[in-house]
C-alpha cells in the first residue's frame, strides 16, 4: 500500500475546519469555539473553517453536494496545511458522488478525524493519500475542563514530527465516555471523571508482525462495502487492520456478522493482526472479543495477533493511526508500535 505522505504541520500554519455529516459545530458555538481557541493556544495554528462548515445542523443535512465542494475547496486551498473534521455523524457517505479525487491527488496534505469520517479516510484512500484516524475539532480539541496530556502528546508527535512515530503506549490518565451534554454551556468546563486504565489486551498471538494500516469505525465501513471507495483486496493484503465501534453501542452479534463478511471477502485469512478500539462505556467487551475469537476460529486463524481496549476511536482521550503506514503488533514484549513518520 503505497500512499502519498503528506508534510508536517509547523507552528503558525493555516487549518481549516470542515462538517461533512453532523452540523453539530453550526449548532454548538461555544464548543467549538473551545476547540478552535486550543487550536490556537496550543499548537500555535491558525484556523479557519470552510465555507459551510459553520452552517447549522438541518442545513449540513440538506446540502451534501456543499460538503463535498467543501473538502475539495479547502484540498485545493495551498495556504491550507491541514483539514480537520468538525464531528462525525452517519451520512458523510451521501457525498461520494460529488468528490473530484484528483484534487485530493494533486493537493495532498492532512485530514484528521473520526468515527462518520472514515468514508473521508476511504475518499483519500482512493486518492493514494495516507490521511489520519484521530480525534476531532468537537471531540478531543474541546473536550471538557482542559484537553488530556495524552491527547496534546499524540497530536504533536503524529501531525507536527516528521520522526517515526515509533511504540505507542497505553494511556495511563484513564479513560472516559462520560455523557456531559454538549448543549449546556455550563457543563464546558466541568471535567469528565476518569476510568482508571488497566492497558490494552493482547487476546491472540505469540509471534512479532508488521503490517501497513486499514480500518475504521465498523458501523460506517458497512456504508463503503460495495462503493467504488471500497478497496480492493490487494489493497489490504497483509494489512494490520484496525477496528472500534461508535457510541450506538452495536450488539456483539452485529460485529460478528460484520466480522464474517471481511472473511468472506478475504480480507481476515490476509491480514497479518487486528487491533481493536475500546468499545463506548466499555460495554460489550468480552463479548466483542468473544466474537471476533469465533469468528477467526470459524476461519482457522488460531494465532492471529490481536489486541483490543486500545485507546483510539470513541474513547478518550485517544492516539492517532496513520493510515497505510508500517505498524507493528508485537506478541512477545506486548507492544504495538508504528514504525514509520505520519508526515514529512
Not at 479525487?101 to 493519500?129: Q, R, Y
Not at 456531559?180 to 491472540?204: H, Y
Not at 508488521?210 to 469505525?217: E, R, S
Request: hydrophobic share 40%; net charge negative; with cysteine.
Amino acid at each position: 500500500m503505497k500512499l502519498i505522505t503528506p508534510k508536517r504541520l509547523v507552528s503558525g500554519d493555516k487549518v481549516t475546519t470542515i462538517s461533512m455529516s453532523w452540523g453539530g459545530a453550526g449548532d454548538l458555538p461555544h464548543r467549538y469555539l473551545k476547540g478552535k481557541e486550543r487550536l490556537s493556544q496550543i499548537f500555535n495554528l491558525e484556523v479557519t473553517e470552510t465555507k459551510h462548515a459553520l452552517q447549522s445542523a438541518e442545513w449540513i443535512y440538506n446540502n451534501p453536494e456543499a460538503r463535498a465542494n467543501d473538502l475539495m475547496e479547502a484540498f485545493s486551498n495551498p495556504s491550507v496545511k491541514a483539514i480537520i473534521s468538525n464531528i462525525g455523524g452517519d451520512d458523510s457517505v451521501r457525498m461520494l458522488k460529488y468528490i473530484d479525487l484528483e484534487v485530493i491527488k494533486n493537493n495532498p496534505k492532512i485530514f484528521l478525524g473520526f468515527s462518520d469520517s472514515t468514508v473521508t479516510h476511504f475518499i483519500c484512500l482512493k486518492a493514494g493519500l495516507s490521511s489520519f484516524y484521530g480525534t476531532s475539532l468537537l471531540v478531543g480539541f474541546a473536550e471538557n475542563g482542559a484537553m488530556h496530556d495524552y491527547q496534546i502528546n499524540d497530536i504533536k508527535k503524529t501531525l507536527f514530527s516528521s520522526d517515526i512515530i515509533g511504540q505507542i503506549k497505553p494511556n495511563k490518565e484513564g479513560w472516559t465516555t462520560e455523557f456531559l451534554n454538549w448543549f449546556d454551556v455550563s457543563l464546558q468546563d466541568i471535567e469528565r471523571k476518569l476510568t482508571p486504565s488497566t492497558g490494552w489486551r493482547f487476546i491472540r498471538g505469540s509471534s512479532i508482525v508488521q503490517g501497513p494500516l486499514i480500518g475504521g469505525c465498523m458501523e460506517v465501513l458497512e456504508m463503503l462495502k460495495g462503493t467504488d471507495y471500497w478497496p480492493d483486496l490487494e489493497t489490504w493484503k497483509d494489512s494490520i487492520l484496525f477496528f472500534e465501534t461508535s457510541e450506538d453501542k452495536p450488539k456483539p452479534e452485529y460485529v460478528r456478522w460484520w466480522l464474517r463478511n471481511y472473511a468472506a471477502m478475504g480480507i481476515l485469512k490476509n491480514a497479518k493482526g487486528i487491533i481493536f478500539g475500546r468499545p463506548y462505556d466499555n460495554l460489550y467487551t468480552e463479548e466483542y472479543e468473544a466474537e471476533l475469537l469465533k469468528v477467526l476460529d470459524e476461519e482457522g486463524l488460531y494465532d492471529l495477533p490481536v489486541i483490543t481496549e486500545m485507546d483510539f476511536g470513541h474513547t478518550c482521550p485517544t492516539f492517532t493511526l496513520p493510515y497505510g503506514r508500517l505498524a507493528e503488533i508485537n506478541c512477545i514484549d506486548k507492544t504495538f508500535s508504528i514504525l514509520e513518520s505520519g508526515v514529512l
